[in-house]
């Protein structure tokens, strides 16, 4: 029964994914193509100057009802940096190819122009919550004062919970899951529970999950952030030290595999179907899904935990959060397509998700590269439940800030972090697939239509740099017009 269940859903999803996909896979380029051509590739020019603005964000915030641009950056990172980046460019090479890495590099160069727009956008209309006076804010946020559209906001914020309050978090303990079967032989159902006449399976891997995931969860963005604080830096270099001792090892076939990436890049022949069919590759699709679902750039995702800062100008968290993406997909997303494709494992299509990057491990570093890739990918998996936890409460506050709707919406996300670990991988990730497309539809076409004050900010900001300021600091005053959408005392 449940088999045929699974396949009736994951029919009626698909049904659905293949032509928001194909249309969504043309809007991000093109938006990601105009981004980065109307700020002047602000992905190049103010790189430098990002990564001195995070270095320099890591002391406490001056406002106790903000987090540290540094904690929103990790936050963000937190979400950022997990499954998509083991399990989700295993998946696109398998399938994709080798030729899946470019098409997952070149929509995370063009995504960090979108990701700036969109966090600096969300830093703009950020608001103080009436009862803890924190901030918060996000795509939901910025349709609603900056284009008079709230009716279009709740859609937009329902979206999000659907995808990172629950859909996103059962594809991060799924995986979870699936790397402690493989490495230590954990199954997914360890116990039967007798209820009723029912028998039914119960993981206890699940419910240890729930467990530490509700330990965090009720302890609101704050205790999030100095989580994120805490481990995501640590996880992530752990994981690039492993990948470049793969790397020097296998030092004499490196040129190799990237001449493999950008020759198969281009090879057209596996058609993925749809509308535009001989024109995106198969390559090409599974690059751009992973690469979008891993740094989730013009998302509207990341804003969330962006608005949550307390910074001095808007253009500050977006110059942030495009590091983000850059860290994301140039550094750890690289990372596993090493390992995979050092390997040469990715040609077995029995390995599946984190199963072949676990493979690729162990034939690179011996046996214990699996319970070594169990035990990283649980740290990223986890942060990334605890991120797009954050994400998704922000918007159950913009829709219902009352605190029993909150307290249900929590109770929720844990029943689907239990249910992810115990349903079958292909519908989880293709439930991710049709939320995240539904999302960035959303969000994509809004930041198009708020690109006007987008420039305003950057002009404001670039021009006090070119003056000498070393922190800029923007004052709404001298924007009459901008001062009337934006809804709170701020700025």
């Known amino acids: 029964m449940n088999e045929q269940l699974n396949t009736t859903l994951m029919s009626w999803v698909q ?50 009802h903000g987090i540290t ?47 700036f727009v969109e966090s600096s956008l969300a830093q703009l209309f950020k608001i103080r919550d009436n009862q803890n006076k924190q901030f918060r804010g996000g795509p939901a946020y910025y349709i ?70 509700a330990l965090i969860i009720f302890g609101g963005i704050k205790r999030i952030a100095k989580v994120a604080e805490s481990f995501v830096p640590f996880m992530a270099i752990l994981y690039l030290i492993v990948a470049l001792y793969i790397a020097a090892i296998n030092y004499t ?62 253009v500050n968290q977006g110059l942030v959060q495009m590091l983000g993406v850059f860290v994301d997909t140039f550094i750890v997303c690289s990372c596993t397509a090493i390992i995979i494709l050092a390997s040469g494992l990715y040609h077995d299509a029995g390995f599946e998700g984190v199963a072949l990057t676990q493979r690729a491990l162990e034939s ?13 990918l649980f740290l990223f998996a986890f942060s990334s439940i605890i991120g797009n936890y954050a994400y998704a409460e922000s918007n159950v506050q913009f829709i219902n800030n ?26 989880v990730w293709s439930m991710a697939d049709l939320s995240m497309g539904l999302m960035a539809t959303i969000n994509l076409i809004a930041i198009l239509l708020l690109t006007p004050i987008l ?23 001298q924007y009459p017009e901008l001062k009337k959408k934006v809804d709170s005392d701020i700025w």
């Open 402 to 427: 009352h605190p029993k709707i909150l307290f249900v919406f929590r109770i929720l996300v844990l029943v689907m972090v239990y249910l992810g670990a115990i349903m079958s991988v292909p519908l």
């Open 15 to 64: 049904f659905l994914n293949d032509p928001l996909w194909n249309f969504l896979i043309v809007l991000l380029i093109l938006v990601g193509v105009f981004f980065t051509l109307i700020t002047g590739f602000v992905q190049l020019r103010l790189l430098c100057h990002s990564l001195w603005v995070m270095k320099s964000s890591r002391k406490e915030s001056k406002d106790d």
């Open 455 to 477: 420039l305003v900010l950057l002009k404001d900001y670039t021009s006090q740099l070119k003056n000498g300021v070393k922190e800029p600091e923007f004052k709404i005053d």
């Open 253 to 314: 076939i490196i040129p190799d595999i990237f001449a493999l990436i950008f020759t198969k890049a281009f090879a057209f022949d596996a058609a993925a179907g749809g509308f535009f069919g001989s024109m995106i590759s198969m390559a090409m699709m599974q690059g751009i899904k992973r690469g979008l679902f891993s740094n989730e750039a013009g998302m509207g995702s990341a804003p969330n935990a962006a608005a949550a800062s307390d910074v001095k100008h808007p």
């Open 144 to 213: 609603t004062q900056g284009l008079k559209q709230k009716w279009l906001g709740v859609v937009f914020a329902l979206t999000l919970i659907l995808a990172y309050g629950f859909v996103f978090n059962a594809v991060q303990s799924n995986s979870i899951i699936s790397a402690t079967s493989q490495a230590w032989g954990w199954d997914k159902a360890n116990f039967v529970l007798a209820l009723g006449g029912f028998n039914l399976e119960v993981s206890w891997v699940g419910l240890v999950l729930v467990i530490l995931t």
């Open 364 to 376: 690179q570093i011996g046996s214990w590269g699996s319970s070594f890739l169990a035990l990283i």
């Open 69 to 115: 641009p540094f904690q929103a950056f990790v936050t963000g990172l937190a979400s950022r940096v997990g499954v998509g980046n083991v399990a989700g460019v295993a998946i696109a090479i398998a399938i994709g190819g080798p030729g899946a890495v470019f098409w997952m590099w070149f929509v995370a160069f063009l995504g960090m122009s979108s990701a």
